[in-house]
């Protein structure tokens, strides 16, 4: 068994994953201003709630979209468990065939998860993160890592327009009655549900016509449990697809 990590702008989840299979699964809040001795406290914490111990792991994985934490987590790692983590990046072992003009500008992020919808699911593929940004990758019917789209998160649009209006309040990411509100907070709800539940349907539509063919959709990401179901396209929803795809990757890189 492995600790994964997957660090992102607003929250690290941690997976303790068997093969591909997800034991145990938690989150924390990404704070830069944390030292490693301070993440290593939380993380020993985490483990204990979840029932697990240090000497539980055979080593760890590491993928971060928050460069200025990536090594303190790292060190934080080691400290708990005693295992330096494999970090995502230039030089790891994949599998990915990576057709993108520069393939070490591509998101440790969006490594992990093609690597696990490679894994898991038929090709061609088209892979939706939905955090702090959503991110699409496109895995053509050869396996080959196409590109993508990013676009920004439901909660950072929705926190940009709050922010940068005076009467519009912060509201929750849940789906309105019906898509055309009575009301402030539905209106913005609306817009925040079904407006990115419809471009994620738009841009699907795009993809398969520029792959000339359909392809398989699954989704992952902290919030794509509040706006998928409301999807017109057949998505399945994995959200731990990219601690499995760490996983799989530590598999490709261990070290006899």
């Known amino acids: 068994m492995i ?10 989840v941690l997976g303790a994953v068997e093969g591909t299979q ?4 938690c989150r924390m809040e990404t704070n830069r201003q944390k030292t490693q001795y301070e993440y290593a406290v939380t993380i020993k914490g985490l483990l204990d709630l979840m029932g697990l111990s240090p000497e539980d792991f055979e080593g760890a994985a590491l993928c971060s979209v928050v460069p200025p934490i990536t090594h303190t987590l790292a060190l934080a790692v080691e400290i708990v468990t005693g295992y330096s983590p494999l970090i995502v990046g230039s030089g790891i072992k994949t599998g990915l065939n990576i057709l993108i003009d520069d393939p070490a500008q591509l998101g440790s992020d969006l490594v992990a998860g093609a690597v696990g919808a490679a ?26 890592f ?16 709050s922010s940068g209006t005076s009467q519009l309040p ?14 402030t907070i539905e209106c913005m709800q609306s817009a925040a549900v079904f407006g990115n539940a419809a471009m994620v ?19 992952t990401g902290g919030i794509a449990s509040s706006i998928i179901p409301h999807c017109r396209h057949k998505i399945a929803l994995d959200p731990e697809l990219l601690l499995k795809g760490l996983s799989i990757i530590f598999e490709k890189n261990r070290k006899h």
Request: hydrophobic share 45%.
């Open 201 to 219: 349907d738009g841009l699907i539509d795009r993809i398969f016509e520029e792959l000339g063919e359909e392809a398989t959709v699954v989704a």
């Open 170 to 183: 912060r509201v929750a990411i849940e789906a309105p009655k019906k898509c055309i509100g009575t009301n």
């Open 119 to 144: 894994h898991n699911y038929a090709f061609p593929l088209v892979i939706i993160d939905m955090g702090t940004a959503t991110t699409i990758s496109v895995i053509d019917g050869k396996g080959r």
């Open 22 to 25: 997800v034991l145990k699964l």
């Open 3 to 12: 600790l994964a990590v997957d660090a992102g702008n607003t929250n690290i």
């Open 146 to 161: 196409r590109g993508g789209i990013i676009a920004p998160g439901v909660n950072t649009a929705m926190n940009a327009l």
